[in-house]
């Protein structure tokens, strides 16, 4: 979501840019018309064969150009104006002549062909205008690749030599003199440097995730040494709890889930999820390389040398989100799920990792970006031969795994047909012996499972549930329930397995017209092939897999496997300078709220340029030089005057970048749910420092573990994630879009969790006699700081009034409580 | 992100949830639409409806058993003329008749099936579509096409694009308000998609009729009002401190009026979400079910102003019926058809249904061939739906389905050309609502839909 585009006053730009991917409806009965009716079936029905794109068009006839349908066919003109029964085009789309039948597909239905008559009587209008050159071939509709070649999102990011400033006594770093240069240029001044308690409260906030205690904060604003604040950076960078923080923002991004949006019996929860976030979290720690960190989610499995616990970083692929497929229904619309699933793969990857809107292809070529819809099929097919896998923690023979990996699959399906065709026999024909065939396979296959058992007792466990019958009845046990049972399954499981990926071609089979089974076949690739507006039944020639076209080098066809770690590969060479420049963005935006650029997950030619280009650039190139260290990118940004600037408002600077796209001020900002829900229990001296491990729901009211281990849904977010704007991990979420409601207030003001710390709190200072230490130490426990005097003047005199006899809670609790829903604790200076 | 927002920007986050600034007249404050604040500021065509209340029968009612009467299939009864093989999502037989009696309603003499003797008094004012269609014969795609135009779990939902494109009309309320009964149903169904996150349906169990079970942590347990008004006076001090310390700032500017909307929200707002204020007779003449409840406060919600209430029929997909479709119809039938009709008459009454549009339909429709005997299975190729009021035409059945009742031939209505005609007569053209995301501009109707100016008036 792009809030910034709506409230930045740029409104009228975007409103030049609404209906554009859809067929724009002109004012016209004639222009409309065509629109309508006949230009979509000429691009679902013909262009495949009779377009500018093609080397040669079938029978010299372009039909997606005004001038090449003019023209006609090698053989003359196939439209005669105001005469249907002279058109060729008609007669051809009739099938009365034996020697002219089109599409060769099939006949259109009556009613498409009513309307081409209609359209060639009255007249052929074509409101298509034609791009220079007229039926010469126009490649693509939007950039052409040469063009996007150019575009400078894709150009190599170098080292810019710091502009000269006036001021150059303010820089502290290398960023701050491209900050200044630019205010200088506006003649405005930055804010001074902000105070030292908020200066240690935004650093804690930042990368640990919670506000320093009173101590904390005591020991900063106390430490006069020169080195103070980069010792205070270097301190919270080593933090195991850094990880914590800045794994959930790459979280974010990877629309990390636990189940899937509809959870039905054949998109069930993934319960070992729980294992990638932790992947990350430590990943983030050790700052692992950002491109290394990048390659083990798309391609640890074909990559060499990896360890077999980086697996778990497949989750990024392995936990995402799919569509429940009813195997009753037909090939093309099994199919047609597939590609929905693997369309979600592409989406998230081209916008996650290289700020691309990929997924835009998927109907026509993209029509603003350099990316044909075969660059779109060629990344599908990667996808398309990689099958989600829940592989075991433990090394097994490769061998071995892949017929396990293969067999857990299939007998996933068996066991859910079976299921299926028992309960609702009357559905399909011949169901009783379609289950009994099932069943004896099903049985075959947990033979050869029993055979495995002395070896690898776990992965023979793991399996049981599917040829249980009936399920036993203590659904949690390892193995418990089957299929069907486990997909509404609630929880997070400790089973010894992650979810993962492996490679292995994926088809519909369409072979039994009544149901339709998927086949996996381990070890092989597939290529998927270009569909018109997305459609199964409308597929055309296979497209290799390769990478996108306008950043590639050279050939980039992939020849390993799925393609997966040719393509991550290809992200982190060809690829680099966009990659460097859209994490940059994003790791900037975690710091300051909002990015350089400020649409994090487009950096093609819809989203937004940099306000600071060559910032982005310099910055990005030093990140490359410094290995893609995210610490390192980390502790340059802080280290900077212009992070270090005050977040107070000023007049001059409101009135001359009321969006502060120049960085006279830090952005102020609220909590986001995570630090909000840490900051709360851990003022309440409740939160736990355990790491890792299954999650639980964030309001259960025994949960006091980080935000970042609470179970997150596709299917039922939770509610108090949902009321502070957590981002829908169905799809990878550019930046949080934070409001103020009041069901957020109701929380704060009525909820049993909240009420739970304030007793809490107050129980803590319970032992204090005089009511002022009372006061001071809940401010010192919850904002981290003594009360003013006029502060304990206010809270004095709440306390003293008479108590009311019918209050379940005490002055002290509720004063406790009022403390805890301040501005103040929200607030991120 | 918090920036400074403008005061639009501000508002329009506020609106998110259950309200914010000033509750004076909550129950029927008119403020003026100039006022009223979309994210969408494109063109806007004539308003002929504020509001929607959709009735959602999930699992896919029977339209041979209600709507559309087919005498042809007690003739062809048991047969399996080549016509009927449609694939549907299971094994079906021969044609089933309906055993209910039809008969000419109203002036109009639209003929409606005995099950409902409610809805034939008010025909008059319903426009039957018997020619509806969709695309998918299984439930959850199914249902996600006629909640967001799309297969896809991850678009935004209707009421999320009305929300979006007409805003809100009490900023106390939400725009977009989900009654179900049980809290149940997935929240994807109305989920804000890649929309902002304020124009999520906010989701109310209606089984419940005790505003503070439907609505959590509505009522504080520990203390009473004037108690917390004390400790909300002592907490506005405190954040007043800290904003004349830090500065102008419209988060916490908004913040603490947040704060005081949801305090009076407890006391005054509560007052929509609770039916029992209404007379007796009124909740009489509804018939005090659930739905009848959902129904009654769905119009409570449209005089307060919300724009879009999605109300569903049951927790889970009821009107399924694969098996004993008679005996099911007969059991439900009574009080959906009592409490719709109540709802169309009360609204008439008040003046208030030529603005506002009440839908009624599933996901899909019901076959004319049997399933095991005594059951349907699921028809996406011909169904009925209606809509009242709101500019639609009343007392007409448009569209036809086949002699049997399967699929739609004259006249077909796609679900994409009903959301285009109902936004039509919201005032907004279905191919101009676009947002922009993930570098293109999505529609409610995708590239489809085109608005059946037949039916309106």
Request: aromatic share 10%.
């Amino acid at each position: 979501m792009y809030p910034v585009n709506i409230m930045s006053g740029r409104f009228p730009v975007l409103l030049l840019l609404l209906s554009t991917c859809a067929p724009i409806f002109a004012q016209e009965p004639d222009a409309a018309f065509f629109e309508n009716k006949i230009r979509p079936v000429l691009v679902a029905k013909c262009y495949s064969c009779h377009s500018t794109k093609l080397s040669s068009p079938m029978g010299g006839l372009a039909m997606d150009s005004k001038a090449g349908l003019q023209r006609g066919s090698a053989s003359g003109p196939v439209i005669v104006a105001g005469k249907p029964a002279d058109s060729k085009l008609l007669q051809a789309i009739r099938y009365t002549n034996p020697q002219l039948q089109m599409p060769p597909t099939g006949k259109l239905p009556d009613s498409v062909i009513a309307d081409f008559e209609q359209w060639i009587g009255s007249g052929a209008h074509d409101p298509r205008v034609d791009s220079a050159g007229g039926a010469s071939p126009a490649p693509l509709k939007g950039m052409s690749i040469e063009e996007g070649r150019k575009w400078w999102a894709f150009q190599p990011v170098k080292e810019i030599a710091a502009p000269r400033v006036k001021n150059a006594a303010w820089a502290k770093n290398k960023i701050d003199s491209f900050i200044l240069a630019q205010l200088e240029h506006t003649k405005l001044n930055p804010s001074p440097q902000a105070s030292p308690a908020e200066l240690v409260q935004r650093a804690y906030i930042d990368l640990v995730g919670y506000k320093p205690s009173f101590d904390e904060e005591q020991v900063y604003v106390n430490d006069h040494s020169p080195r103070a604040y980069e010792n205070l950076i270097d301190k919270l960078l080593t933090s195991p709890h850094y990880g914590e923080r800045w794994g959930r923002h790459w979280m974010d991004v990877a629309r990390f889930a636990e189940d899937n949006p509809t959870g039905e019996a054949t998109n069930p929860g993934y319960p070992v999820a729980w294992r990638y976030r932790d992947w990350i979290i430590d990943a983030i720690n050790a700052d692992m390389p950002y491109d290394r960190f990048v390659k083990l989610q798309l391609a640890a499995d074909e990559m060499p040398g990896v360890a077999h616990d980086d697996l778990r970083a497949l989750g990024y692929i392995g936990a995402a989100p799919i569509y429940h497929k009813d195997q009753r229904l037909s090939y093309d619309v099994i199919y047609g799920f597939m590609t929905d699933d693997w369309d979600e793969r592409v989406d998230a990857v081209s916008r996650g990792i290289l700020g691309m809107t990929v997924a835009c292809a998927r109907c026509h070529d993209h029509k603003f970006d350099p990316i044909p819809t075969k660059d779109y099929y060629a990344l599908m097919g990667v996808f398309a031969s990689t099958m989600r896998a829940e592989r075991p923690t433990f090394e097994v023979d490769p061998k071995v795994e892949e017929r396990f990996l293969w067999i857990q699959r299939r007998l996933f399906d068996l066991r859910y047909s079976a299921d299926l065709l028992t309960n609702e026999a009357s559905t399909v024909v011949g169901a009783k012996e379609r289950v009994d065939k099932w069943k004896a396979e099903i049985e075959s296959l947990h033979q050869e499972m029993e055979g495995l058992r002395g070896q690898y007792p776990q992965l023979t466990q793991h399996l049981e549930r599917f040829w249980t019958f009936p399920p036993p009845r203590q659904p949690g046990a390892a193995g418990g329930g089957g299929g069907a049972r486990r997909a509404n399954a609630n929880v997070a499981s400790s089973e010894p397995f992650f979810n993962s990926v492996y490679d292995a071609a994926q088809f519909a089979d369409g072979s039994d017209a009544h149901y339709t089974f998927i086949n996996y076949k381990p070890g092989e690739a597939r290529e998927i092939p270009v569909m018109p507006h997305g459609s199964v039944t409308a597929a055309g020639a296979d497209e290799p897999r390769h990478f996108l076209t306008v950043l590639s080098k050279d050939d980039s066809t992939f020849h390993h496997g799925s393609g997966r770690a040719e393509f991550a590969d290809r992200v982190f060479r060809d690829g680099a300078p966009l990659t460097a420049r859209v994490i940059v963005n994003r790791v900037w935006a975690w710091h300051f709220g909002k990015g350089l650029v400020a649409t994090p997950s487009d950096f093609g030619t819809q989203g937004e340029k940099p306000t600071h280009p060559q910032l982005l650039d310099d910055l990005s190139a030093r990140f490359i030089a410094h290995g893609w260290s995210l610490k390192w990118l980390n502790r340059e940004i802080m280290l900077s005057a212009a992070y270090r600037q005050s977040s107070h408002p000023r007049a001059d600077g409101e009135a001359a970048d009321s969006v502060n796209a120049l960085i006279w001020r830090m952005n102020p900002r609220r909590l986001d749910i995570e630090s909000y829900r840490d900051s709360l229990l851990r003022a309440a001296g409740k939160l736990s420092e355990d790491m890792h491990g299954p999650s639980e729901e964030a309001d259960s009211l025994t949960n006091v573990r980080r935000t970042v281990y609470a179970r997150v849904s596709r299917a039922r977010t939770n509610q108090l994630l949902r009321e502070y704007d957590f981002p829908d991990p169905i799809q990878t979420s550019a930046a949080r879009d934070l409001t103020v409601t009041s069901l957020q207030q109701l929380f704060l003001m009525n909820s049993a969790w909240v009420h739970n710390l304030s007793s809490t709190l107050a129980s803590s200072v319970d032992s204090e006699s005089d009511p002022h230490i009372k006061i001071r130490d809940l401010y010192r426990k919850i904002l981290s700081r003594d009360p003013s005097a006029h502060e304990m003047e206010l809270a004095m005199a709440y306390l003293d009034r008479p108590a009311d006899p019918e209050a379940k809670q005490s002055p002290i609790e509720q004063y406790a409580q009022i403390l805890l829903s301040t501005n103040e604790e929200i607030f991120w200076p | 992100m918090i920036e400074k927002l403008s005061r639009r920007g501000m508002i329009q986050s506020l609106c998110g949830g259950l309200g914010s600034v000033g509750l004076a007249a909550l129950l029927n404050e008119s403020t003026a639409y100039a006022d009223s604040l979309g994210h969408y500021a494109g063109p806007h065509l004539p308003v002929k409806a504020k509001n929607i209340i959709f009735l959602f029968m999930a699992g896919g009612p029977s339209q041979i058993d209600m709507f559309d009467p087919k005498p042809d299939l007690i003739k062809h009864a048991g047969e399996r003329p080549d016509s009927v093989n449609l694939r549907t999502e299971r094994q079906t037989g021969g044609l089933l008749p309906s055993p209910f009696e039809f008969k000419k309603a109203g002036k109009s003499g639209i003929e409606v099936s005995q099950l409902l003797p409610q809805m034939s008094t008010v025909i008059d004012d319903v426009c039957v579509i018997r020619s509806m269609y969709t695309f998918n014969p299984t439930h959850v795609p199914a249902r996600s096409l006629i909640h967001s135009g799309s297969l896809l779990a991850n678009r935004p939902s209707f009421g999320a694009w009305v929300s979006y494109g007409l805003g809100s009309v009490n900023k106390n309320l939400p725009s977009f308000v989900v009654l179900t009964p049980g809290g149940g149903g997935s929240s994807s169904l109305w989920r804000a998609g890649f929309l902002p996150a304020e124009h999520q349906g906010v989701a109310f169990n209606d089984a419940e009729v005790e505003p503070e079970k439907m609505i959590a942590n509505l009522r504080n347990q520990w203390l009473a009002a004037p108690e917390q008004r004390r400790e909300m006076d002592a907490l506005a001090a405190l954040n007043r401190g800290f904003s004349n310390s830090f500065g102008e700032d419209s988060f916490l500017d908004g913040r603490i009026k947040a704060m005081e909307a949801a305090y009076r929200m407890q006391f005054e707002a509560a007052d929509v979400y609770d039916v029992r204020k209404e007379p007796e007779a009124i909740r009489e003449e509804y018939g005090k079910t659930p739905f009848a409840n959902g129904c009654l406060m769905a119009r409570r919600l449209v005089e307060a102003g919300v724009r879009y209430i999605h109300l569903y029929y049951g927790a889970g997909q009821v009107w399924d019926d694969h098996a004993t479709i008679n005996k099911n119809l007969e059991k439900r039938c009574p009080d959906m058809d009592q409490a719709a009709a109540a709802l169309i008459r009360d609204l008439k009454r008040r003046g208030m249904l030529d603005s506002t549009l009440v839908v009624w339909g599933g996901e899909f429709g019901r076959t004319p061939v049997s399933e095991s005997g005594d059951g349907r299975d699921h028809n996406p190729y011909g169904y009925t739906m209606w809509v009242a009021g709101g500019g639609f035409k009343g007392g007409i059945a448009y569209g036809s389905t086949d002699e049997f009742g399967f699929k739609a031939v004259e006249n077909r209505v796609s679900i994409h050309d009903l959301h285009a005609t109902l936004l039509n007569q919201m005032g907004v053209d279905h191919t101009k609502l676009t947002y922009r995301y993930a570098g293109r501009d999505f529609r409610l109707t995708d590239v489809y839909g085109e608005v059946v100016k037949d039916i309106l008036v």
